[in-house]
């Protein structure tokens, strides 16, 4: 088989060499396969990035043919996300696949309307969708629109998309005009078009655009003498001719647009007010990471939200004991004094061991409170669509080790605050899916040594003692890094498959 790719924001993957998702290669065979009108409608000149996983593909597809495309998408594995609200327009949906051969994401941005507009605001639905799949070719096995008619809605994209900012820029000779990515795209569709096929496409385009302005946007491009004139009067005039097809006023989308735009800023976004990441629907899983000493949980939990947030939105919990907090390390103060004084002054500090040992107490409940609350925290947000990963988890499994790893500490201690601990980290629930990070203790000490043997050796059979299960896998953390996370990405997935 072909080496896995590793998609730019998706890390792990076990090579480097760019090739195609073969799950999405096999999913768009079966659209056609299965008759499904549908073509990858714009930016086709990076489509093999998007089929690497590198973008998003995004699918114009035929109303008609709606459940028939949904029943492949759930045959495939992909999972609907929720688009936040700034993001959502009718006939606009969002799906993620999963490619299990490299352990990259894919999404699908899924058009059942042709709905255009600026930036932040998509404010005209063109009722093309007929023209533009009506004379489709296949172009690296993907079927996308004759390149005359893609012309054509390039030209429309790139006037409602063009801003004041940018033409102002441009004007005064402080940014490029167009953008890199939009010049590399017109070259590239000019390369595939000629005069004569633009006129034909514009016979069957039942928009008030004119034949002679179409021409002259293709003379531009391909003699790359677009500038910013020529795109601002291209605005002023569509706006003008397709107010009709707006979807709201033009007061209102003006309003929008600013307030999206706030909400977009550094300030707005450092105040919470900023656009969310997708999530899945109708909840995402809680997933809980564990193992000893020197599996590897700080990177694998890492390594899995980064990847998974590149698409959607993730909260990373840490279960352990605090790194920081006042309260914590107050309550740690008296017994970490203790702790560190020589035995033979020891003795002489019995009001100090009798404070250290009230302070262990409270220490202690406060965590167990403190992990039943970030839990909470958690499971709502799994309910509202966010994937939770959490590094550590206080599994009963682990109470019975003589000092349970991430579980209670008093047990045993005759402390009256035994009973209120106890309570509550039987109040926890357990995670939808637990990855035990399974290793043999001499592998875990070549790895991390600064820990005690009998505590480490403890914590490692502890580990291994747990059996895989309904919501429990183990993974061999023995084995090169690379195939633990992808194992886990395929297994993270499968969860996420299985709550749909």
Request: hydrophobic share 40%; glycine share 8%; no cysteine.
């Amino acid at each position: 088989p072909s080496p896995p790719s590793r998609p730019s924001g998706q890390t792990g993957a076990v090579a480097m060499t760019p090739v195609r998702l073969d799950s999405v290669v096999a999913f768009l065979s079966e659209l056609d396969r299965r008759g499904v009108r549908y073509a990858h409608w714009k930016s086709n000149e990076h489509l093999e990035d998007a089929l690497r996983g590198e973008t998003d593909l995004d699918l114009l597809v035929d109303p008609g043919d709606r459940d028939l495309f949904e029943s492949v998408v759930r045959e495939f594995g992909f999972a609907r996300m929720t688009l936040p609200r700034a993001k959502t327009f009718p006939g606009r949906d969002g799906f993620l696949g999963f490619d299990p051969t490299s352990g990259s994401l894919a999404q699908l941005d899924v058009h059942y309307r042709l709905v255009l507009g600026e930036q932040l605001v998509k404010n005209h639905h063109l009722p093309i969708e007929e023209w533009l799949l009506e004379d489709t070719r296949v172009l690296h096995g993907v079927r996308v629109p004759d390149a005359a008619r893609e012309t054509i809605v390039f030209y429309l994209r790139v006037s409602f998309k063009s801003t004041l900012r940018q033409r102002l820029y441009a004007a005064l000779g402080r940014a490029e005009f167009p953008p890199a990515n939009i010049r590399r795209e017109a070259r590239w569709l000019a390369s595939n078009v000629q005069p004569q096929d633009l006129s034909s496409a514009m016979e069957g385009l039942d928009l008030p655009v004119s034949e002679e302005e179409v021409l002259d946007f293709h003379r531009r491009i391909a003699t790359d003498a677009l500038d910013w004139r020529f795109v601002g009067r291209a605005k002023r005039s569509l706006m003008r001719r397709l107010r009709r097809y707006q979807r709201r006023p033009t007061v209102v989308a003006w309003m929008l647009k600013g307030a999206l735009r706030v909400r977009s800023s550094r300030p707005g976004r450092r105040l919470g007010l900023g656009i969310p990441p997708k999530r899945l629907t109708p909840r995402a899983p809680f997933i809980a990471v564990v193992g000893a000493d020197g599996s590897g949980k700080s990177r694998l939990t890492t390594d899995l939200a980064k990847w998974l947030r590149w698409k959607l939105s993730v909260r990373h919990l840490y279960l352990g004991q605090p790194k920081s907090g006042f309260v914590f390390k107050l309550l740690n103060k008296p017994g970490s004094l203790l702790r560190n004084m020589e035995e033979a002054k020891r003795g002489s500090a019995d009001g100090l061991e009798r404070l250290a040992a009230v302070t262990d107490a409270l220490k202690w409940v406060y965590l167990a409170n403190k992990r039943k609350r970030l839990v909470a925290e958690g499971l709502r947000a799994a309910d509202r669509g966010e994937v939770v990963i959490a590094e550590r988890f206080p599994l009963p499994e682990f109470s019975s080790m003589p000092v349970p790893m991430d579980g209670p500490r008093l047990g045993g201690s005759g402390s009256p605050l035994e009973p209120w601990e106890a309570r509550q980290y039987a109040a926890i629930p357990r995670p939808d899916l637990i990855l035990v990070l399974a290793a043999d203790l001499a592998t875990l000490r070549e790895r991390k040594d600064d820990l005690p043997i009998d505590d480490h050796r403890s914590k490692a059979d502890a580990v291994l003692a747990i059996e895989p299960g309904p919501g429990v896998h183990v993974i061999d953390a023995t084995q090169p890094y690379p195939e633990v996370l992808l194992e886990a990405k395929r297994r993270i997935w499968e969860e996420i498959v299985a709550t749909r």
